[in-house]
């Protein structure tokens, strides 16, 4: 599968020379308004939840994309990256190196609004919480994490439940432990 291309469009990040171990520095783009409509504040609902994973995973480090936008733009990506043709909640794209210290690109993550916005009116849960949810998600697959096997997943899902309750956000899987 090719690398995807950086998400901004000159292909650079803004880290405002903060990038460094033991930090992710962090550059949104917003291409869907309505996120800024849903979610108050973007920017501390990302650092909040950057910093809760680097107290988890302190070797998690680097400069780190976040795309804010809608289905189509996530169908495309999910196509052209995943060979899947439909839209998805979130995807992330790891940078070159991960397990170098010397890392500057940790990766970038794209989230679609219609989806995220769909799946937390249908699990009754606030738009916020789980957007949060998602990033922290996708920074897990960034910081090496997988669900490939059932054993993987069960690690990655107690790491998600562990992280999102220190930000005091309820267990995503808890109404799936009951089937």
């Given at each position: 599968m090719d690398n995807p291309p950086p998400i901004l469009p000159n292909g650079t990040r803004d880290d405002h020379g903060l990038?460094?171990?033991?930090?992710?520095?962090?550059?949104?783009?917003?291409e869907c308004k309505h996120w800024r409509n849903k979610v108050d504040d973007l920017e501390g609902l990302l650092t909040k939840c950057t910093d809760t994973v680097l107290k988890h995973i302190p070797n998690c480090h680097g400069d780190l994309c976040v795309l804010f936008s809608d289905d189509k733009k996530l169908q495309?990506?999910?196509?052209?990256?995943?060979?899947?043709?439909?839209?998805?909640?979130?995807?992330?794209?790891?940078?070159?190196?991960?397990e170098e210290t010397n890392l500057t690109q940790l990766g970038d993550i794209a989230l679609g609004f219609e989806t995220c916005e769909r799946e937390a009116h249908e699990k009754q849960i606030s738009f916020d919480n789980h957007t949060a949810h998602?990033?922290?998600?996708?920074?897990?697959?960034?910081?090496?994490?997988?669900?490939?096997?059932?054993?993987?997943?069960?690690?990655?899902?107690?790491?998600e439940v562990k992280i999102l309750a220190k930000m005091d956000i309820d267990n995503p899987y808890k109404d799936e432990e009951k089937l």
């Amino acid at each position: 599968m090719d690398n995807p291309p950086p998400i901004l469009p000159n292909g650079t990040r803004d880290d405002h020379g903060l990038s460094s171990q033991n930090h992710i520095a962090q550059s949104l783009v917003v291409e869907c308004k309505h996120w800024r409509n849903k979610v108050d504040d973007l920017e501390g609902l990302l650092t909040k939840c950057t910093d809760t994973v680097l107290k988890h995973i302190p070797n998690c480090h680097g400069d780190l994309c976040v795309l804010f936008s809608d289905d189509k733009k996530l169908q495309d990506l999910n196509a052209q990256f995943r060979g899947r043709d439909k839209p998805t909640n979130v995807l992330s794209f790891p940078g070159e190196g991960f397990e170098e210290t010397n890392l500057t690109q940790l990766g970038d993550i794209a989230l679609g609004f219609e989806t995220c916005e769909r799946e937390a009116h249908e699990k009754q849960i606030s738009f916020d919480n789980h957007t949060a949810h998602l990033i922290i998600h996708g920074l897990l697959h960034l910081c090496g994490y997988d669900h490939q096997t059932d054993n993987e997943a069960s690690q990655m899902e107690a790491l998600e439940v562990k992280i999102l309750a220190k930000m005091d956000i309820d267990n995503p899987y808890k109404d799936e432990e009951k089937l």
